[in-house]
Nanobody
Framework: QVRLVESGGALVQPGGSQRLSCAAS????????MGWYRQAPGKQRELVATSTNGGSTNYADSVKGRFTISRDDAKNTVYLQMNSLKPEDTAVYYC?????????????WGQGTQVTVSS
């Protein structure tokens, strides 16, 4: 079992920046993918950004150029730097880890951290 703990959620003004952190209880270099997802009220959970252990990153179109995912394998921590925040970025942000055991994927999720963008 892998435990993920997010932090950094806050109330932020439009145009502001915030950094989220996700601390893992396991070695994240062993994870195939680390990612951030978000869920706004009344909406489905959606992908924000992912980072593979091969160094590839992927972003939702809505956050490209504004958000950056990074990982510190030595600290077993993944970050999401969010710039130029918009009210539509308001959501609960979840950290996800996925590892492959042979061909079977195992997913793990954090409890989420609230980001509210409002003046």
């Amino acid at each position: 079992q892998v435990r993920l703990v997010e932090s950094g959620g806050a109330l932020v003004q439009p145009g502001g920046s915030q950094r989220l952190s996700c601390a893992a209880s396991a070695t994240i270099s062993s994870m195939y993918v680390m990612g951030w997802y978000r869920q706004a009220p009344g909406k489905q959970r959606e992908l924000v950004a992912t980072s593979t252990n091969g160094g590839s990153t992927n972003y939702a179109d809505s956050v490209k150029g504004r958000f950056t995912i990074s990982r510190d394998d030595a600290k077993n921590t993944v970050y999401l730097q969010m710039n130029s925040l918009k009210p539509e970025d308001t959501a609960v942000y979840y950290c996800q880890a996925m590892r492959m055991v042979y061909v079977t994927p195992y997913e793990y999720w954090g409890q989420g951290t609230q980001v509210t963008v409002s003046s």
